[in-house]
């Protein structure tokens, strides 16, 4: 599955962006994810997760000023993101797992795209 993104940019403190991960195959049923990882992080932090039957979850930094979507028709994924800090600032990566079962953490991270810059400043 190749996962492509787009969205990013630089945005004042207390901003928004919306990020976007086109998927090349399907999205439905299938648990999708946003990670950032900031220089020297090697493993990234999970930002938001939607698992192949539409739950949610998201990191406590994040709760109450992301949201993340999916699109099924458009295999498409979003990261609505409000209230942006400076902490925010990271390259953000998209990820997939196997379509038709439900993720843990890891099985998330089967598929991954080539991440989008975020700069949150003031």
């Known amino acids: 599955v190749h996962l492509a993104e787009s969205g990013g940019g630089s945005v004042q403190i207390g901003g928004s962006l919306r990020l976007s991960c086109v998927a090349s195959?399907?999205?439905?049923?299938?648990?999708m994810a946003w990670f950032r990882q900031a220089p020297g992080d090697e493993r990234g932090e999970e930002v938001a997760m939607i698992n192949n039957d539409d739950s949610v979850r998201y990191a406590d930094s994040v709760k109450g000023r992301f949201t993340i979507s999916k699109d099924n028709v458009r295999n498409t994924l979003y990261l609505q993101m409000d209230s942006l800090k400076s902490d925010d600032s990271s390259k953000y990566y998209c990820a997939a797992g196997p379509a038709f079962i439900y993720c843990t953490t890891n099985a998330v991270r089967t598929y991954w795209g080539q991440g989008t810059q975020v700069t949150v400043s003031s």
């Open positions: 195959d399907f999205t439905r049923n299938r648990c």
